[in-house]
């Protein structure tokens, strides 16, 4: 099927990114509440409608939290796992692998998936496992992480072959190692209810607290813990943050602001600058997934439509809108099944009385 392109038109309604990804000069995102996958040049600023994810989609059930890039296919991963949609770039196919349907009954929620050689691991919401999916093979496996109690793992990073991970609800950095499967619980005794994000810069790891707490910076090398004192307004809901270049950038939800963080050792305390603001209604959400392009930062605008561009070299911003001409029809869109090795209920079962792998 020949791609639908969009042009720019303000009387119409503009897309609202809402998980997507960069790949050379094209921008691949999902829709808000919509399982529509459009592509974005940024050279020709064309904007083509590459398909539907989902075999069947209900706007109540399904919600794209990740994507995560391996040999030029890019993995869609919902929030209720049910389906990873795979979107060749090569091919422009959009093809589907299930869950298998025993795993769903005990995790139906994943939050956080990381790529590692051919294989994602994808984390779960209010489960203490990890269902990992080979690319290759079409493989599911579950490896159980045995934490000590219940957690709810908001946000993750990967550093060499281990997985660091925060939890909204526990004051405490999980550290999973992919090759001896082991995971290593660190409790920082900061004060934290949890935290919402955790993010790399020169060897360290920034822990971003929820609401009214304290950053805590991680060094790598010397596996020692210090809580900075910031001056954050503490009346933000949550936060978006991303790192490049060395430099942190976050943004309070909700909220007018975008901020940079400025890292103080001695003693240790983390000042913010302001950048610049745009010229309308604050006092919205934004998306939680900004990207880069080269220098720019990608920011969607949940509740406005389109999103902002950032540029970190000029210090300047503007809203730019993916407007669609036409969207087309669902069962207009060409599709294509494949098969995974999907285990039954029966194996399933087995592993949870012996602890091997689906």
Request: with cysteine.
């Given at each position: 099927?020949?791609?639908?392109?969009?042009?720019?038109?303000?009387?119409?309604?503009?897309?609202?990114?809402?998980?997507?990804?960069?790949?050379?000069?094209?921008?691949?995102?999902?829709?808000?509440?919509?399982?529509?996958?459009?592509?974005?040049?940024?050279?020709?600023?064309?904007?083509?409608?590459?398909?539907?994810?989902?075999?069947?989609?209900n706007s109540?059930?399904?919600?794209?939290?990740?994507?995560?890039?391996?040999?030029?296919?890019?993995?869609?991963?919902?929030?209720?796992?049910?389906?990873?949609?795979?979107?060749?770039?090569?091919?422009?196919?959009?093809?589907?692998?299930?869950?298998p349907g025993?795993?769903?009954?005990?995790?139906?929620?994943?939050?956080?998936?990381?790529?590692?050689?051919?294989?994602?691991?994808?984390?779960?919401?209010?489960?203490?496992?990890?269902?990992?999916?080979?690319?290759?093979?079409?493989?599911?496996?579950?490896?159980?992480?045995?934490?000590?109690?219940?957690?709810?793992?908001?946000?993750?990073?990967?550093?060499?072959?281990?997985?660091?991970?925060?939890?909204?609800?526990?004051?405490?950095?999980?550290?999973?190692?992919?090759?001896?499967?082991?995971?290593?619980?660190?409790?920082?005794?900061?004060?934290?209810?949890?935290?919402?994000?955790?993010?790399?810069?020169?060897?360290?790891?920034?822990?971003?607290?929820?609401?009214?707490?304290?950053?805590?910076?991680?060094?790598?090398?010397?596996?020692?813990?210090?809580?900075?004192?910031?001056?954050?307004?503490?009346?933000?809901?949550?936060?978006?943050?991303?790192?490049?270049?060395?430099?942190?950038?976050?943004?309070?939800?909700?909220?007018?602001?975008?901020?940079?963080?400025?890292?103080?050792?001695?003693?240790?305390?983390?000042?913010?600058?302001?950048?610049?603001?745009?010229?309308?209604?604050?006092?919205?959400?934004?998306?939680?997934?900004?990207?880069?392009?080269?220098?720019?930062?990608?920011?969607?605008?949940?509740?406005?439509?389109?999103?902002?561009?950032?540029?970190?070299?000029?210090?300047?911003?503007?809203?730019?809108?993916?407007?669609?001409d036409e969207?087309?029809?669902?069962?207009?869109?060409?599709?294509?099944?494949?098969?995974?090795?999907?285990?039954?209920?029966?194996?399933?079962?087995?592993?949870?009385?012996?602890?091997?792998?689906?």
């Amino acid at each position: 099927m020949a791609p639908y392109h969009f042009t720019q038109n303000e009387q119409m309604k503009s897309l609202t990114p809402i998980a997507g990804t960069v790949i050379g000069d094209k921008y691949y995102f999902i829709e808000q509440n919509s399982d529509v996958l459009f592509e974005y040049d940024f050279v020709s600023e064309n904007c083509i409608c590459r398909g539907s994810l989902c075999k069947s989609y209900n706007s109540s059930y399904y919600l794209f939290v990740a994507v995560v890039e391996r040999d030029q296919k890019l993995y869609f991963i919902p929030f209720n796992a049910e389906e990873v949609a795979c979107f060749d770039i090569k091919t422009n196919e959009i093809t589907r692998i299930p869950v298998p349907g025993a795993f769903r009954l005990k995790k139906q929620k994943c939050q956080v998936a990381i790529g590692i050689g051919k294989q994602i691991y994808m984390i779960g919401y209010g489960d203490s496992s990890i269902l990992v999916l080979d690319t290759e093979t079409l493989k599911w496996e579950v490896i159980p992480m045995h934490m000590s109690q219940r957690n709810l793992i908001y946000a993750a990073t990967l550093r060499g072959r281990e997985i660091y991970m925060v939890s909204a609800v526990s004051d405490t950095l999980f550290v999973f190692n992919t090759e001896t499967r082991n995971l290593l619980e660190m409790d920082l005794n900061s004060g934290n209810e949890g935290f919402v994000g955790v993010l790399e810069m020169n060897h360290e790891l920034l822990l971003v607290p929820r609401t009214g707490g304290v950053f805590v910076l991680y060094n790598l090398d010397t596996k020692e813990f210090r809580a900075l004192s910031t001056d954050l307004p503490k009346e933000f809901a949550s936060f978006c943050g991303v790192c490049h270049r060395n430099e942190i950038y976050v943004i309070p939800n909700p909220g007018g602001r975008f901020l940079k963080l400025i890292l103080q050792k001695d003693p240790p305390f983390c000042t913010t600058e302001m950048i610049p603001d745009l010229s309308f209604d604050w006092n919205r959400f934004f998306g939680w997934f900004p990207i880069f392009y080269h220098e720019t930062m990608i920011v969607p605008l949940i509740e406005l439509g389109g999103s902002i561009f950032y540029n970190t070299e000029s210090n300047t911003a503007k809203i730019k809108s993916f407007i669609p001409d036409e969207i087309p029809e669902k069962n207009s869109f060409a599709e294509v099944e494949i098969e995974s090795q999907v285990n039954t209920l029966e194996n399933f079962l087995h592993y949870l009385l012996q602890g091997e792998s689906v």
